[in-house]
């Protein structure tokens, strides 16, 4: 996103009057969710003083500072464990604008993860996880030719999932497809709307001149 985001955290950028933080933080609300932990690093106090404590919306937000280092997704999840509880939490990028029902995943039952996989968008073609039949993803399916799907950056994980996970910069995809080879990772396809903010271009095609969201 640069050079937007040179002085600018990604999730406080804006469309449609209001930054992309804004539409997570308003989604989990209106689904129930009140207590929200925001991993912060790039310019994180920009995001701690636009949102403080969360009570402008109702919400208690904590912080996860990971520091001048981002840990990547599974090492910051690993390192807000201790704000997170022992029971599954949700996970949602704040760098997406997305109109999954996010209530029907506060009582979801999971093994280890449960993740919302949408169509491949344009920018990602090949995809990520297969779905089968059952509602399980799989890296890859030797028996049959199934397309993949892409997984929208929203999903619900158990504790135990990153518990052995050694501190420092861990990458999500390896921690999941361990836990598929043992048949723990379910998946939901999600059909609706589904943008990821990931380039300037892309933020400016949803932002009308007026300051408007426009809805592709």
Not at 27 to 40: E, P, Q
Request: glycine share 10%.
């Amino acid at each position: 996103m640069r050079p937007l985001t040179d002085r600018t955290p990604k999730p406080l950028l804006k469309a449609g009057g209001k930054t992309l933080i804004e539409y997570s933080i308003e989604n989990l609300l209106n689904a129930g969710f009140k207590d929200i932990v925001i991993n912060i690093a790039h310019l994180g106090w920009q995001i701690r003083d636009y949102c403080g404590n969360g009570q402008r919306w109702g919400v208690s937000i904590h912080y996860s500072d990971e520091g001048d280092t981002a840990l990547e997704t599974a090492g910051g999840i690993a390192f807000a464990l201790p704000l997170l509880g022992e029971q599954p939490f949700l996970v949602v990028n704040a760098d997406i604008l997305c109109d999954f029902p996010l209530a029907c995943l506060r009582n979801r039952r999971i093994d280890l993860a449960h993740l919302i996989m949408i169509d491949n968008p344009a920018h990602h073609p090949q995809g990520d996880f297969m779905l089968d039949q059952d509602g399980r993803l799989w890296e890859q399916d030797l028996e049959q030719e199934t397309e993949k799907l892409t997984f929208s950056g929203i999903g619900v994980y158990h504790p135990a999932l990153f518990a052995d996970i050694p501190p420092g910069p861990v990458k999500l995809r390896p921690i999941l497809c361990a836990a598929m080879q043992n048949h723990l990772v379910g998946g939901t396809k999600h059909s609706g709307l589904w943008l990821d903010i990931g380039t300037p271009e892309r933020l400016q095609a949803i932002s009308g001149p007026d300051g408007s969201f426009i809805r592709p």
